[in-house]
Structure formats: structure tokens, C-alpha cells
T-cell receptor
Framework: DQQVKQNSPSLSVQEGRISILNCDYTNSMFDYFLWYKKYPAEGPTFLISISSIKDKNEDGRFTVFLNKSAKHLSLHIVPSQPGDSAVYFC??????????????FGSGTQLTVLP | SQTIHQWPATLVQPVGSPLSLECTVEGTSNPNLYWYRQAAGRGLQLLFY??????ISSEVPQNLSASRPQDRQFILSSKKLLLSDSGFYLC??????????FGEGSWLTVV
């Protein structure tokens, strides 16, 4: 049972245009959401996060939107650059027993920014 | 600043051989520590997490085990590797906040 879903395995965007990566979740206990970027053979790099008390968080070219009623979040990258080409993982977190937060990841979306 | 290191970066092991992947975190105290695996074409799966020395929680039944002998050291082990253990293993840590930070990853190929 996938609690976090990224339904698009790949996305191609022209350089300079907007990239929109989507993520859906099913667990209403999730209260913190993150996006990670991953290059091949490297560990994921944290990009941006959002708490469930907000519906938008912006950091430079990256903006994350959260729609709690739809259990949907998205990552917008504007403008897209060739160096943004990577796999993007959506992750969700809920406070588990033992006071340790665990992340549940989506399966990832491969973004390709075309020059 | 905090840093996380894991090794070895790549490993090719025969079926039935043991495994030991090590991870250390520097620049912080009492971090939460995690082991994740990314199988080919799939997302990141949490294997183990630890909130303190000697405290290990397992998320999925499997052929692997984890230990935390010191505050900033996390070890992933197996007594006998299976072909299905092949994958990309990631150690991670988190401060009291919600963000988890990952190490460089270790490629394991079981042949």
C-alpha cells in the first residue's frame, strides 16, 4: 500500500519553462512534507519542505504547494535549468511512536530539462 | 556543521557472504539515524531507524540487521546475503527537526 505516490515516472521540460512535479498521499496523519533531489549514485539532497499548517513555501526557484483537502502537493521549479535534471522524491512524515519521525517516500519522478 | 559519511561506496559480494556497511555522523549529538534502501527503479524504503545507542527499530522483515554501538555510528549488517539484497543503501540522520539528511550512498551488488 503506497501511502505516497508520484504517478509520473518522468517529465521533460524546456529550459526556462516551469517544471511541476506532483505528489499524492493517503495518510491523513502526515503533517510534514519534503522534496529531495537525487543524482545517480548519490544520496538525495534536501530541497524544500512544508508543514501542514501552511499551503505554500518558497525558496528561490523552488515553491512547494500543499492542498490538504486533496492530499496533494506539488513542487514548482521556475525557471527550469539543465542542472535541475535529476530524480525528485516527494516524502511525507508523521510523528511515530518513540518520538522518531520517519519519512515515507514516493517512487520518484525523473525530470529532464532540455536546453 | 554536520556531516554524514558512509562506506564503502561500492561493494560486490557473493551470495551467502556477510555484509557490513558503516555510517558516522559528525558535528551533532544524539541524532536520529536511519538506513534506507533504493532498489532499482523504485523509491526509497526505510529499513531501520534508531533514536539512541542500542535502540533499533525495524520497518520491514528482512535478511538485514542494524546496530548502533556509539551515539554517532550506525551499522547495517547481514550474516548471509541474498541476491535480492542488491541495491543502493543510504544512511541518514535527523536533528530534532523534521528534515532528514542523507549520506552519499553505498551500491551493493550481490552476485
Amino acid at each position: 500500500d503506497q501511502q505516497v505516490k508520484q504517478n509520473s515516472p518522468s517529465l521533460s521540460v524546456q529550459e526556462g519553462r516551469i517544471s511541476i512535479l506532483n505528489c499524492d498521499y493517503t495518510n491523513s496523519m502526515f503533517d510534514y512534507f519534503l522534496w529531495y533531489k537525487k543524482y545517480p549514485a548519490e544520496g538525495p539532497t534536501f530541497l524544500i519542505s512544508i508543514s501542514s499548517i501552511k499551503d505554500k513555501n518558497e525558496d528561490g526557484r523552488f515553491t512547494v504547494f500543499l492542498n490538504k483537502s486533496a492530499k496533494h502537493l506539488s513542487l514548482h521549479i521556475v525557471p527550469s535549468q539543465p542542472g535541475d535534471s535529476a530524480v525528485y522524491f516527494c516524502a511525507a512524515s508523521a510523528l511515530s511512536s518513540g518520538s522518531a519521525r520517519q519519512l515515507t517516500f514516493g517512487s520518484g519522478t525523473q525530470l529532464t530539462v532540455l536546453p | 556543521s554536520q556531516t554524514i559519511h558512509q562506506w564503502p561506496a561500492t561493494l560486490v559480494q557473493p551470495v551467502g557472504s556477510p555484509l557490513s556497511l558503516e555510517c558516522t555522523v559528525e558535528g551533532t549529538s544524539n541524532p536520529n539515524l536511519y538506513w534506507y534502501r533504493q532498489a532499482a527503479g523504485r523509491g526509497l524504503q526505510l529499513l531501520f531507524y534508531s533514536v539512541g545507542i542500542g535502540q533499533i527499530s525495524s520497518e520491514v522483515p528482512q535478511n538485514l540487521s542494524a546496530s548502533r554501538p556509539q551515539d554517532r555510528q550506525f551499522i547495517l549488517s547481514s550474516k548471509k546475503l541474498l541476491l535480492s539484497d542488491s541495491g543502493f543503501y543510504l544512511c541518514a540522520w535527523s536533528p530534532p527537526s523534521n528534515t532528514i539528511y542523507f549520506g552519499e550512498g553505498s551500491w551493493l551488488t550481490v552476485v
